[in-house]
């Protein structure tokens, strides 16, 4: 015995029960599902609170999201931490609906494989049993045991039995399966083009109908119990437009995977989903009764939580308004922006390119210090050199009596040299005056020869 058929145990023994208190499939089929909601609903009920608890914590993330910007880690971090702090699961409240699933697995398997897991047989046991039933070319693969178990009536069912060196009494002995349910064999598999299905040649038109309507109604039923979900949980009511149209977008996951299971696995499938489609509606029904108080006081927290978000809003713009008002108030402004340099771009050109020196090129940055030939005449000391306006203004503010003595001085220098300006400029217009100048200059240059002689 495996693991895998270990663990299926309790789900084998309690189907194989129902069968043979009920001695139908279907009927079977129904209180184990009926009993697996009963066992799973404390479970829902805690999930459900636990769904409520996150709708009222929906508030809160938002804030911590909002405060926390791109900051994707911080964010994440804070919220786990408030979901740790109120003791609520961020998985809770959608854990519950993925319950039914993790039983179908294994009521799949025991459905697909009767002698396997409700009768304990080994494969080998399991084909004798099938060359004994008139299949000689059995193999236990696919739904095969399924079809063959219709096979197994009480008049074979002793000689079976010895085949596979079985008892047909104790907890896991061979007995017979009626699968028969309202004149449906829930063995077969429903074919979507019933009317060319074995069963419908032969003359059983219902047989084949009603194993088509089986996934139809399964997926109606489906639609139907989400409808009611969602009309008797109270937090999808005030639930946002989009987030509403994305849940109907799972809901409808439902409806297909019931059509694609109906019409690719034995009706009996068929059965347990219709069974915990209306089970869920009844159970729907009295959670939303019991947790009625839940729901109006996640309500009530949620609109004050709403309140105190939009008194804190208003807070946040008021402060903000009085802090620009201040500002104002104080003569408070931008600063201007610094203004680039004017910079001739027409001195980068060279030829004909046009930025050959660069697009920043400055000819001021740098000053050109012109040559001087050290043969050449002496460069006029620094002290003789005029003062410049900034060395005026540190004269002015350290010795004011110098400063006016140097202003003096050169407003003296400045006349003499406006009076001789003003002397060559008519010297230049009077020839005779010129001519006089001449001559006074003659005499000087005729003695020089003289007193060499002399």
Known sequence: MDIWQILMTPFSLLLRTLCQVF???????????????????????????????????????????????????????????????????????????????????PLYAIIRRPFKYMMMLKEDATIAVARVLGWADFTPVGTNELLLAPRLTAANLETAAAAAGATTTGLFGMFVINFNFLGIDLSKVPSLMFWKSDLFTSGDIWGAVGLFLLPIISAALSLVSYQVSMRTNQMTQNQPENKQQNNWMMILMGPVMSLWIGFALPAGMCIYWIANSVFMMIQEVIAGRMLK?????????????????????????????????????AGSKKQPKKEKPNIDVSASQEGLRKFARGRAYDPARYPVTQYHDPNGPARPKEEDQPLTEEEKKLLAESSPELAAAVEKAEEAAAAEEAVAGAEALVTADDPGIQAAEEAEDAPEEAAAPGDEEH
């Open 23 to 105: 001695n139908s499939y279907g009927v079977a089929l129904i209180f184990f599902t009926l009993l697996v909601k009963v066992i799973l609903f404390p479970l829902s009920i805690k999930g459900k609170r636990s769904m409520i608890k996150s709708s009222i914590l929906s508030g809160q993330v938002q804030e911590i999201q909002k405060r926390c910007g791109n900051d994707k880690e911080r964010a994440n971090q804070e919220i786990q931490k408030l979901y740790a702090e109120s003791g609520t699961s961020l998985f809770g409240g959608c854990g519950w609906s993925f319950l039914p699933l993790l039983i179908l697995m």
């Open 293 to 329: 108080k839940d729901y109006e006081a996640a309500q009530k927290e949620m609109e004050e939580q709403k309140r105190r978000s939009k008194e804190a809003e208003k807070e946040r713009r008021r402060k903000s308004a009085e802090k620009k008002a201040a500002a104002l108030a």
